[in-house]
């Protein structure tokens, strides 16, 4: 089966500063990657995603590259604020003809220090 | 709307003693999953469903049985509870479609086994 590994496993910057997570994902069949924030005590919810046939989206403050070649993608957060502190989540799903089945990766909890 | 929501919130089981968590969704979603999330890890599938009368196990199946007893809900059971299913347990839902993917998760059922 799948398996995906996130690094690091914490993260402390300076407000202002930028956040740089690295996934990395095993099985090839995988096409859809979506990056989950959970706030303390509450329910993970999507900030972004990619699929396989796109290298770099973004959303204001944030952005994921992918390299499918290699296997791995990356969750960037520029300008960084004291409300992204929380623990993101990477994962990585075989599609919709898969029923849209998840593996998600570790965790990393970003900490921004004001 | 009230998206996914899940009963009960918390739960207290002695070793041995069986309960069932209970899922809704209002969001006409046609799969729904159930995850455990322990301390410091990510989510881990239990069980998914891709439509009513059909499920599927997860990454960690054993333990659990899983009904989805119509398009809006979905239940978990523990027929014989262990101190190694204390966690919290997240159900999700989304739509299983080509350019799907993103899952809505509920708000967690804490539940501690002694």
């Known amino acids: 089966g799948e398996n995906v590994e996130q690094h690091p496993s914490t993260l402390s910057v300076q407000e202002g500063d930028s956040a740089v997570i690295k996934c990395t994902y095993s099985?090839?069949?995988?096409?859809?990657f979506p990056w989950y924030k959970q706030e303390l005590g509450k329910r993970p919810q999507l900030i972004i995603d990619?699929?396989?046939?796109?290298g770099e989206k973004k959303d204001q403050r944030i952005a994921v590259t992918l390299n499918k070649t290699a296997k791995h993608f990356s969750l960037h957060i520029t300008e960084t604020q004291p409300e992204d502190s929380a623990v993101y989540f990477c994962?990585?799903?075989?599609?919709?003809?898969?029923?849209?089945?998840?593996?998600f990766g570790g965790g990393t909890r970003v900490l921004v220090k004001p | 709307n009230a998206g996914v929501t899940q009963t009960p919130k918390f739960r207290v089981l002695k070793t041995g003693q069986s309960m069932t968590l209970l899922c809704a969704q209002d969001?006409?979603?046609?799969?729904m999953y159930w995850y455990r999330q322990d301390p410091g890890m990510g989510l881990r599938l239990i069980h998914y469903?891709?439509?009513?009368?059909?499920?599927a196990k997860g990454e960690v199946p054993d333990g659990y049985n899983v009904s989805r007893l119509n398009k809006r809900e979905f239940s978990l059971r523990l027929e014989s509870a262990a101190p190694s299913q204390t966690s919290v347990y997240f159900c999700?839902?989304?739509?299983?479609?080509?350019?799907?993917?993103?899952?809505?998760f509920g708000p967690g059922t804490r539940l501690t086994v002694l």
């Open positions: 999700a839902s989304s739509y299983t479609s080509s350019g799907s993917g993103e899952q809505f």
């Open positions: 469903s891709v439509g009513e009368g059909t499920t």
């Open positions: 969001m006409n979603h046609n799969s």
């Open positions: 099985d090839s069949a995988s096409n859809y």
């Open positions: 994962a990585a799903s075989p599609g919709w003809a898969a029923g849209n089945k998840l593996t």
């Open positions: 990619i699929r396989s046939n796109v």
